[in-house]
């Protein structure tokens, strides 16, 4: 194995969960990469939705996701972790001699261990069967923000009931004209506090008990039509912007043929965030367990968790418990901190 690179620690997924796996890595004197599938770091909220509000992360009471990513980067980057992205794994593969060969679209790669932040997986928007929707993606059908400015003074429709739906209605209806809901039920299946603020704020127009059935215009969109399910009345509205907020369908992708233990479409893992596969820890979305919750902080809980076990697997006489993070030395100087990256156009 003289010929190739060997590394400590491959994180798989360069997601919230994936970074802090990342940093806990290089405290503990890791030699660490990162790959991800994505063209930047930072998961599903550099990918989705960089300009929304997290409110739910600790020491924050709120921060915009791309502020987050970038502060959770350069936190990872104190320890100048080689990092791959664009590249999507297909293949693992453990050798006689302990180390995991990881096949990736951009080559090879060697590992002692991996940590597994992939979050949910390759990930699709949800969508309505409207005829003709295509047609308006890009001319006013939106999945994803990722940049508010774009909706500005437009008259907006926002389709969902969820965290999504609700936390856009919130974030955007100060810069657009008009804010309209759309939700097949008269119950939100968002945060509390997210559902108190919609039902005190009077501008939001809700229509409940409705779904969408037509989309009108010519080059771009101008109308939608809806349905009201209980009364059977057809709506139509004027609107410059429909946003989907209706979740993703994600899937593994080559995950399901490694051999790791799963529970529906999630990789189980033991109180020391290790699968069934020697060497392969999980932390984050990806990974289940009994009492899971799916936050962002319980998964950079689990990532700190999964890299102190990792360096006991690396270096058995290696304590698992590192202590307090005050009493432990940042070794790398100002002058010694850079991103050692490959194929990296740009970070969140």
């Given at each position: ?10 994180v798989i997924g360069g997601g919230p969960s994936g970074l802090f796996a990342s940093f806990y890595a290089g405290l503990r ?320």
């Amino acid at each position: 194995m003289s010929e190739i690179e060997l590394f400590d620690t491959t994180v798989i997924g360069g997601g919230p969960s994936g970074l802090f796996a990342s940093f806990y890595a290089g405290l503990r004197g890791l030699k660490t990469k990162i790959i991800d599938s994505l063209p930047e770091l930072g998961g599903q909220l550099a990918a989705l939705y960089p300009e929304k509000y997290i409110f739910d992360f600790p020491g924050y009471p709120q921060v915009i996701a791309g502020e987050l990513v970038k502060q959770l980067i350069d936190q990872t980057m104190r320890f100048s972790p080689t990092v791959v992205v664009g590249a999507k794994t297909e293949k693992l593969e453990h050798l006689e001699d302990g180390t995991i060969r990881i096949t990736t679209t951009d080559g090879i790669h060697y590992t002692k261990t991996i940590i597994l932040c992939a979050g949910a997986g390759a990930f699709v928007p949800k969508n309505l069967k409207i005829e003709g929707l295509e047609k308006f993606e890009g001319k006013g059908v939106h999945y994803f923000v990722r940049s508010k400015k774009q909706f500005e003074g437009h008259q907006l429709l926002v389709v969902g009931g969820g965290d999504s739906a609700l936390d856009w209605c919130m974030n955007l209806e100060p810069m657009v004209r008009s804010v309209q809901l759309v939700h097949r039920s008269d119950r939100f299946r968002a945060h509390d506090n997210s559902v108190r603020w919609l039902e005190r704020n009077k501008s939001i127009v809700k229509h409940t008990f409705c779904e969408v059935t037509a989309l009108h215009g010519d080059d771009m969109l101008q109308q939608v039509t809806m349905l009201n399910k209980q009364s059977g009345e057809s709506i139509t509205v004027d609107v410059d912007s429909l946003l989907m907020c209706l979740g993703f369908d994600a899937s593994l992708g080559p995950i399901v043929d490694w051999g790791i233990n799963l529970v529906e479409d999630k990789v189980l893992v033991d109180s020391h965030m290790q699968t069934n596969l020697p060497g392969v820890f999980a932390a984050g979305d990806i990974c289940t367990y009994d009492g899971k919750l799916p936050l962002i902080a319980t998964g950079v809980g689990e990532a700190a968790t999964a890299a102190n076990y990792v360096k006991a697997y690396v270096d058995p006489e290696a304590r698992v418990k590192p202590g307090h993070s005050s009493h432990m030395p940042l070794t790398p100087t100002n002058k010694e901190i850079g991103h050692s990256m490959r194929d990296m156009n740009t970070m969140a």
